[in-house]
């Protein structure tokens, strides 16, 4: 057992727990969003930032990622934290507008509007991943994928061209935090193999 | 060289003995009266057809043959860091320094300085501030003020020529270790020189081997980052092009010390001229027995493979680089794990920068209390920069750390174009900052740049002057980062393009004081929440700048004014009628026929119809044209 202080109270983690595992496990609430049981953490979103603070060093680290670690000194709703947390909320009302989950989210940290332009009004998808990770580690199908880098990333079949690998299982649409797979699943899945499945080929 | 299986068996070194010996027996072999002619084969050079010097070079020697007593020799070699000055020719033992050379100049070069020993004093370099000509290297402050130990073969090798590698040390320093140091002496070595990583963070050499050297027995990796995706840097392009034997070396060294058998090099494919001579300084050490099954007769094992990059700036990240050997998508990971304990195939590994490997390799062959007592305290040795912008004298140089930034772009850079001071030093690269003129004498080392908001990143030191604009730069900087962020994480992805949008703003004269306050919370949060470093320093461009060049932030926000003359809505082009001859020269120039006014008659530009793109003021001989 590891011990260390989270928000001031004193808790103990397994070794192997993240910070987030360890504060869930003692009912203290991280917000998160590119996080699911089901899947390998894979620490983009940053929703789940926490301050590490040693001494008058101090960090942030993403707490899905991050191990728990015998001493640490952690602090789940910093200022420090809560500013990134709204900025990347603000960010997010302008970029997937769409979305009433991300809406809720932002309203709970006191982020109503957004001072960003609206780019696409119908935009749902948070690019968290979770779809395609979903598809590649619980199926095992890897029908859809990240496609582009940076601004121009988006969520589509693997190098755009529809392949035959979706189960139409609906594992991404089920994992999705926004909605977003829902109402663009015919256009990234690609074509069921069960359906395409061709004798001979 | 065509090296076959039997004459490969017969090359190889069995010992340190035998190095020594055959190191001994090439330097013996030399010719001492014979003089050597340098021709710069570097990418610069290259550029500027220095083949073709060669070429000429080589037929004028031997249509003057029967005149020469001693035939001279000609050595291609890599790049000596003025590739502005190219083609180079420099004459050795007496280095005379010819700059520009060509084809034709070759006759004049072998008919005088060859034969009578005189120089051409045409293509001698000329000093920008005295305007005195300097015949040889040693005068010139370009390469008398820099303390060359990475780059110290650099110019003076043939690079493809491991036995050239062999007479100016090469592989010494491994030998020593492999034959009389355990890999923990070894790695005590390198902890005492005090080296810190080139390739941007500075972190202890030492001590991130003995981290990977730690886990006992197993797979392990060491890794060369040959990424180089900073705009403008080309020092480890330099290095791998003009001495790989230092590289190759120095991975040995590692490899030996913390027990990893194989070596990976992450290149830019975008380096064809340093793959060549990495691959063939790979095959000519297999040859030597200096890489594959025993080498040396110690019983160490190692290998090293190429891997081109496919050039994403991002990649250069350790994580993602990682990745990207792996035959994954090129994208960072969290750390921890530590590439130290879960690297490479998810085996501890070691990376480091081309730079670093190269240190390596000078610290064994002359020990870590010679390295140690270059540089400050905390920053030991040299550093390679890539001085470019506003500048008399751009290139590559090597300096001690801990030298004045006044030091290098004042008396090695020789000063700046029609200025007696310049208006910032970028350092960094995309993760730096801007520097003023009122830290000119602030010491380039690891820390001091840290403290004063920029960063030594892997060695882009770009020169700005008054033309240059703070606002536009850091616009420039945060589009890089844009274009490259893999998109990962969401302060990065989304944080980056928004502060960039904003600077557009400010660039248009729009904006209010707040904003500023907006983008201080921004950059602050982008720093502290991204998840690799690129998002992490993407502000450093911005915080940097509204540090040191407030006003002129203020200026484009509150007065709608752009004080260098850049920001296209800000500015207007006018023409001095006092001063305009009325050439046309102007007028011919503008794409957008905006400037009318009859032959020998002052000329005027219609506003409407300009788009600022400067033409007209770069082709007016006179001065005539005004910015403001
Ligand atoms: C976006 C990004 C790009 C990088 N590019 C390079 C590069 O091109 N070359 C390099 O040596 N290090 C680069 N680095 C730093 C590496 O991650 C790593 O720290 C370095 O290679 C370690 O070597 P060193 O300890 O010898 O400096 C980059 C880092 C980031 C975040
Ligand atoms: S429905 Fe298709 S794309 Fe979605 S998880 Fe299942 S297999 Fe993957
Ligand atoms: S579709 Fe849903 S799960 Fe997939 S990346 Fe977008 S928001 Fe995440
Ligand atoms: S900081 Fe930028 S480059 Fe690094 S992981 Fe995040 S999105 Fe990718
Ligand atoms: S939940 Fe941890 S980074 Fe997204
Ligand atoms: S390539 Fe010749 S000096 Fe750089």
């Known amino acids: ?201 | 060289m065509q090296v076959t299986a039997k004459n490969s068996a017969d090359m190889r070194l069995g010992s340190l003995e035998e190095l020594e010996k055959l190191r001994s027996e090439l330097l013996a072999a030399e010719d001492p009266d014979q003089t050597k002619i340098i021709v710069c084969h570097g990418t610069g050079c290259v550029a500027n057809d220095s083949p073709s010097v060669t070429k000429a070079l080589k037929a004028a020697l031997a249509a003057a043959g029967e005149d020469i007593k001693v035939m001279p020799g000609i050595k291609t070699t890599g790049c000596h860091g003025f590739c502005s000055r190219g083609p180079l020719v420099i004459i050795k033992p007496s280095n005379i320094f010819y700059q520009q050379v060509k084809p034709g100049d070759v006759e004049e070069i072998v008919q005088k300085t060859i034969l009578t020993g005189e120089t051409v004093d045409r293509l001698l370099y000329v000093h920008p501030q005295t305007g005195e000509t300097l015949k040889t290297t040693e005068e010139i402050p370009f390469y008398s003020g820099q303390e060359r130990v990475v780059l110290s073969n650099i110019g003076q090798i043939d690079p493809t020529d491991i036995e050239d590698a062999f007479k100016a040390g090469a592989y010494a320093g491994m030998a020593k270790a492999l034959t009389n140091m355990e890999p923990g002496q070894v790695i005590e070595e390198v902890t005492k020189s005090g080296l810190r990583g080139r390739g941007g963070a500075g972190f202890p050499t030492g001590l991130k081997w003995s981290l990977a050297a730690k886990h006992q027995g197993g797979q392990k990796y060491v890794l060369c980052n040959a990424d180089e995706g900073d705009p403008g840097a080309f020092m480890d392009r330099s290095v791998m092009e003009g001495d790989p034997h230092a590289v190759v070396e120095g991975m040995i060294i590692g490899g030996y010390a913390i027990g990893a058998d194989t070596g990976y090099v992450y290149v830019r494919a975008e380096y064809p001229l340093a793959i060549k001579h990495l691959v063939k300084a790979l095959d000519d050490a297999r040859a030597h027995g200096l890489l594959g099954e025993n080498i040396l007769g110690s019983g160490f094992n190692f290998d090293i493979r190429i891997n081109r990059g496919a050039g994403a700036f991002v990649c250069g990240e350790e994580t993602a680089l990682m990745r990207s050997v792996e035959g994954k998508v090129g994208e960072p990971v969290p750390r921890p794990p530590y590439p130290s304990d879960k690297g490479l195939f998810g085996k501890p590994s070691v990376l480091n920068n081309v730079e670093t490997w190269a240190n390596v390799s000078r610290i064994l062959d002359k020990g870590a209390d010679w390295f140690a007592s270059l540089g400050t305290e905390k920053s030991k040795g040299t550093k390679v920069f890539a001085l470019v912008g506003k500048v008399n004298n751009v290139g590559l140089v090597e300096v001690p750390m801990g030298i004045s930034l006044r030091n290098i772009v004042m008396e090695i850079g020789g000063g700046v174009p029609g200025s007696d001071h310049f208006k910032a030093v970028q350092t960094g690269g995309p993760s730096g900052g801007c520097l003023p003129w009122e830290d000119a004498d602030l010491p380039v080392d690891f820390d001091s740049l840290i403290a004063a908001g920029s960063m030594m990143g892997s060695g882009g030191m770009i020169v700005m002057d008054e033309r240059d604009c703070m606002v536009d730069v850091a616009k420039y900087f945060l589009g890089f980062l844009e274009e490259e962020s893999c998109g990962k994480c969401f302060p990065c992805r989304l944080g980056v393009p928004r502060l960039r949008e904003t600077l557009n703003r400010f660039s248009k004269g729009q904006g209010t004081l707040e904003d500023i306050d907006d983008l201080y919370s921004l950059a602050e949060a982008i720093k502290a929440g991204s998840l690799c470093a690129l998002g992490g320093t993407a502000p450093n461009a911005v915080l940097s700048t509204l540090r040191y060049f407030r006003g002129e932030y203020e200026a484009h926000i509150l007065e709608h004014r752009c004080p260098a003359g850049v920001c296209k809505d800000l500015i207007t082009y006018s023409i001095d009628p006092e001063v305009c001859t009325g050439c046309r020269a102007c007028s011919r120039a503008c794409p957008q026929g905006a400037i009318t006014g009859e032959k020998k008659k002052p000329h005027t530009i219609e506003e409407s119809l300009c788009i600022r793109c400067g033409m007209c003021m770069e082709s007016c001989k006179f001065g005539a044209i005004q910015v403001i």
């Open chain 1, 1 to 201: 057992m590891l011990s260390l202080t989270i928000d001031g109270k004193k808790v103990e983690a397994e070794a192997g727990w993240s910070l987030l595992d360890t504060a869930r496990q003692h009912g203290i609430d991280i917000p998160t969003l590119c996080y699911h049981e089901a899947v390998e953490p894979f620490g983009a979103c940053r929703l789940c930032v926490v301050e590490l603070k040693q001494g008058n060093n101090s960090r942030l680290v993403a707490s899905c990622v991050y191990p728990a670690e015998e001493g640490l000194e952690v602090f789940t709703s910093s200022e420090k934290v809560n500013s990134v947390r709204r900025w990347i909320l603000e960010m997010l009302l302008s970029e997937c507008p769409a979305s009433r989950e991300i809406r809720e989210m932002a309203g709970q940290y006191g982020v109503n509007t957004t001072r960003f332009e609206v780019k696409d009004p119908e935009e749902q998808c948070i690019l968290c991943g979770l779809c395609v990770r979903a598809c590649a580690q619980v199926v095992g199908a890897n029908a859809i994928s990240t496609v582009g880098r940076g601004a121009q990333k988006e969520i589509g079949s693997p190098y755009l061209v529809p392949g035959e690998d979706c189960v139409a299982c609906g594992t991404c649409v089920t994992v999705c935090p926004t909605g977003a797979m829902g109402a663009r699943f015919e256009r990234v899945r690609g074509v069921p193999s069960v359906i395409m499945a061709r004798p001979g080929k």
